[in-house]
């Protein structure tokens, strides 16, 4: 039996399909095993958001081979499909799979021998344009279910639409038995994901009119799961009712996760987002309207082209006033092929490193804050596999990590904590009450 392992490098969509292609490979009869371990196969999924991307491809390639030289490699994803020659050079690699044929290994390779030249197959991206499912398994708490693929926006700064083509969709009657598999399999929670999930229904088969809010509201009303999450979701595809109906659901955790980018408007235009800071402070208020315990999420960029002390500043400042829980901070990375990298104002990497800097500061204070909001409260947690032995982490509905003392009996179970304080980690104490049934949760 061969053996095959992987290495999945960025979002949650990319996790999602290593697993469709780990079962295409399960199927064909391979044995999985640790990427630290010596395998016949490697297979990388790699990333294309920032150059440390990048560079991290070339690192695990090299793990790869260290484990064993006379492994296959094989790279497919965001990275395979910009940069497939740049790959190909990279020494031990044998196979570089662009968007349209990373799902196809096993119909293109017959022995996984290692040749001369490493062969490369990478369709132009407009070519790409049928969707293809997937869902993460491994993990019993949890699995990323991929609803939408590909996004139709041109970002200035993002290399997206050129990695993964045009938007599209997979249909409702695929992701309600997709997720009736994963809840018969003892998953306790799915997040739905994608490139741009909001934009659900760009490429579904004529006459076909459904929206992201279809989505939420069949598999909440259909499939019997513990948890659903929604994951990145842009502010302006965030519409009014999807939230109320969030507020309303039985199964819809109160969270949510919305790219910002800028909380400057001129930045904003810049980048070509296509909201303004307005919009932004609108949806944030009608969450916390309709549930004022809700998580909320931001991503943001720091050292955008043009990016001021000033424009900085006016993004700190907004933050800092927003009712928010935490971000996500991202150091803008020059990416070729991109109208940014063309921009004047270039700001330097070390000024760059500085505001990253003070925004994760920012956020480290405002998760705190979030979470001190909570304590005495008593809380749902679902608790996960992972342990370091000593203590079990798991999150509530609202996504507040919290930590207790390792019982192995709590893995992947829904259990009432209390909640006490928040400790030097950043993580909420809690003490276990009660196990809360099978039966959703609200």
């Given amino acids: 039996m061969q053996t095959v392992a992987f290495y999945t490098l960025g979002c949650k969509l990319n996790f999602s399909e290593t697993s469709a292609i780990g079962r295409q490979f399960l199927e064909a009869g391979f044995s999985k095993t640790e990427f630290s371990a010596p395998a016949d196969v490697y297979v990388v999924n790699t990333c294309s958001v920032t150059e440390n991307a990048n560079k991290k491809c070339r690192r695990v390639i090299k793990q790869a081979l260290k484990a064993n030289p006379e492994g296959y490699v094989i790279v497919v994803g965001c990275y395979a499909q910009l940069k497939p020659q740049e790959i190909a050079d990279i020494p ?26 490493p062969c490369v197959r990478n369709s132009q991206i407009d070519e790409v344009n049928s969707f293809v499912d997937a869902f993460s398994a491994g993990d019993r708490t949890r699995s990323f279910l991929k609803v939408q693929d590909g996004c139709d926006y041109s970002c200035t700064f993002c ?16 992701i309600l038995t997709n997720a009736q598999r994963l809840a018969q399999q003892g998953i306790k929670e799915i997040v739905l994901t994608g490139v741009n999930i909001g934009d659900y229904g760009k490429g579904l088969p004529e006459g076909d009119q459904r929206k992201f809010l279809d989505v939420i509201q069949a598999l ?4 019997e799961m513990p948890r659903f999450r929604i994951s990145s979701i842009e502010p ?49 208020a009608h969450i916390k309207a309709v549930m004022p315990h809700a998580c909320i999420g931001v991503d943001v960029i720091v050292g955008f082209p043009g990016e001021t002390e000033e424009h900085f500043l006016d993004t700190y400042r907004f933050l800092q006033e927003l009712d928010i829980s935490y971000l996500h901070v991202f150091t803008y990375s020059e990416r070729e092929n991109t109208l940014a990298i063309e921009m004047d104002g270039v700001v330097p990497v070390k000024e760059r490193h500085r505001r990253s800097n003070m925004l994760r500061i920012l956020s480290e204070k405002k998760r705190r804050a979030f979470y001190e909001q909570f304590i005495g409260e008593t809380r749902v947690v679902l608790f996960e596999e992972k342990s370091d032995g000593q203590q079990l982490n798991g999150f509530t509905d609202n996504y507040i990590k919290v930590e207790v003392p390792y019982q192995p009996a709590l893995v992947n179970q829904l259990i009432e904590v209390e909640l006490l304080a928040v400790n030097a980690q950043g993580l909420m104490e809690g003490r276990v009450k009660t196990l809360v049934s099978e039966t959703p949760v609200s």
């Fill in 159 to 174: 290399t997206i639409p050129l990695a993964r083509g045009k938007s599209r969709s997979d249909r409702l009657e695929n």
């Fill in 236 to 284: 302006n595809l965030l519409k009014d009712e999807a939230i109320s109906f969030v507020a309303g659901a039985r199964q819809f955790m109160p969270h949510f996760h919305m790219p910002l980018q800028s909380g400057n408007n001129e930045l904003l235009g810049k980048m070509r987002r296509r909201y303004r800071r307005e919009l932004y402070v609108d949806r944030v």
């Fill in 220 to 223: 909440d009303s259909e499939v």
């Fill in 92 to 117: 031990g690699v044998d196979m570089v799979l662009g968007a349209g044929d990373k799902f196809r290994i096993l119909d293109l390779v017959e022995d996984f021998t290692k040749e001369a030249n």
